[in-house]
């Protein structure tokens, strides 16, 4: 996985938020503050949701991503220039297109 500097700096800080979250935890639990182990799963909860926030979680992301390839042109779209639009039409009907 490649990062942006931006993306990689969020992760940075996110980390760093959970790092002291979690020696808060341990000394909590240090002192028998965590009994039910409610803390222990939010912070593992947390640790999951930024996993899967960086993809960094093992699992494909369902959503579909914005990118710039060109689609296949079978939607209806409306291209808004008539002159346009009539040869999108004739390409799309030719068998060279296919």
Do not use: C
């Given at each position: 996985?490649?990062?942006?500097a ?9 980390l760093?938020i959970?790092?002291?979250?979690e020696?808060?935890w ?11 182990g ?25 959503q579909?991503?914005?990118?710039n ?19 999108w ?10």
């Amino acid at each position: 996985l490649q990062f942006s500097a931006v993306k990689l700096a969020e992760l940075h800080s996110d980390l760093k938020i959970q790092e002291k979250d979690e020696l808060n935890w341990k000394k909590l639990k240090a002192e028998g503050m965590d009994d039910d182990g409610e803390k222990e799963a939010k912070l593992r909860r947390s640790l999951n949701v930024i996993m899967a926030k960086y993809g960094l979680d093992g699992k494909k992301k369902t959503q579909t991503e914005d990118n710039n390839y060109i689609k296949d042109g079978t939607e209806n779209e409306v291209l808004n220039d008539p002159r346009l639009e009539k040869l999108w039409n004739k390409v799309r009907t030719e068998a060279s297109w296919k």
